[in-house]
């Protein structure tokens, strides 16, 4: 049975999570507030096994439905509010456009079948997180299943001062052009110390009107996304699964590679709150929906834009990204340990030049 994947970008969504509704998809954390949060359990969710390729949703039986059509990988952190429950004939439609979306992009699957997203992207985590000043990290630890009962119960076991959600998705746009990394993290004080920084009650709640994991409770909202188009793409998505399977897949791996890189490194940065929050006065940068964003910085290697909700977009230039990339991407890798090379390195430079363009 396919999953079923939106395409719809959710950045203007009114969040909700556990009945708590208009909150912005991201909030920045004190500097003090995250000295007290230490030491933070990380917990890493990771729903599927490979690259998959988004679709348009069927909205025939459901008007409200493209606003409830969250981006794979907000899971259970940032759903959007749903409209209402989709029909059987948008059901058989999305089953159908599920099932083309996979056998299309198979190719590109097999040509990544010896890249180990998940170990690349906890490493690179690790590595990221562990750069924030006075950061202690108790555990980083993949989850394949991101459900409010798992999260909710990793929350109430763990004996560290808080815990990180940090949700992730890869995948390719409907028409197979882009390649989009995401990265969407949340933070909940847990120990007694953490929640009076945080402003909230010593003692965990346990009643159904406000869950433990209530969005108002997180001190830390992120949401951040990166996107690399390919060079040569257009409006033929055959020919842009051609482009994108060429010499290995050479440019597919470069732009995962830089993906986990990017993300990871913005994530830590972010968590510094070392970039401006949105500011209508400075949006002047267009954005797919007729939006305006914030310019934070920009590079030859691709720009750093922060949306209406606060969510942080990097648009990758992927020919100049291929350009700097090591030779090591222009095969599969023959290992993890070969696979985490290149992200690993990755982070220190993207943290290094986030952190100059943030000054």
């Known amino acids: 049975m396919f999953a079923i994947r939106s395409a719809v970008i959710p950045v203007l969504a009114s969040f909700v999570f556990a009945g708590c509704t208009h909150l912005p998809a991201t909030q920045p954390v004190k500097p003090e ?40 990988g907000l899971g259970i952190l940032l759903a959007a509010a749903c409209g209402g429950a989709m029909g059987a004939v948008d059901a058989s439609v999305n089953a159908t456009r599920a099932k083309a979306a996979e056998e299309s992009v198979r190719p590109l699957k097999d040509e990544l079948v010896d ?57 390719l746009s409907p028409d197979f052009s882009t390649l989009e990394v995401s990265a969407r993290g949340l933070i909940y004080p847990r120990g007694a110390t953490a929640r009076k920084a945080a402003k909230l009650p010593t003692a965990l709640s346990a009643t159904p009107s406000e869950p433990a994991l209530a969005l108002q409770n997180a001190t830390y909202r992120s949401n951040i996304i990166y996107r690399a188009k390919h060079p040569a793409s257009g409006d033929d998505a055959t020919k842009n699964i051609a482009a994108w399977k060429a010499d ?14 990017q993300s990871t490194a913005l994530l830590a940065s972010d968590l510094q709150s070392k970039h401006p929050i949105y500011a209508a006065a400075t949006a002047n940068v267009d954005t797919p929906l007729g939006l305006k964003a914030n310019l934070v910085s920009q590079r030859n290697t691709g720009k750093l834009l922060r949306y209406p909700d606060g969510s942080l977009y990097f648009d990758a230039a992927l020919a100049n990204v291929a350009a700097a990339a090591p030779a090591v991407v222009a095969a599969s890798p023959a290992t993890p340990s070969a696979d985490a090379a290149a992200p690993a390195a990755a982070v220190s430079a993207v943290q290094a030049v986030a952190d100059t363009a943030a000054k």
Do not use: W
């Open 33 to 72: 507030v995250l000295g007290a949060l230490q030491p933070v359990e990380v917990k890493v969710g990771i729903t599927q096994a490979e690259l998959y390729a988004a679709f348009v949703r069927s909205n025939a039986a459901a008007t409200g439905a493209a606003a409830c059509g969250a981006v794979p």
């Open 248 to 261: 290995n897949a050479r440019l597919l791996k470069v732009a995962l590679l830089d993906g986990i890189a």
């Open 115 to 171: 890249v180990n997203f998940d170990q690349l992207m906890r490493e690179s985590l690790t590595q990221s997180l562990q750069s924030v000043p006075n950061m202690q990290l108790a555990d980083v630890a993949v989850t394949k299943t991101v459900t409010t009962e798992a999260y909710e119960k990793t929350f109430k076991g763990s004996t560290s001062n808080a815990v990180m959600f940090i949700n992730l998705d890869y995948h």
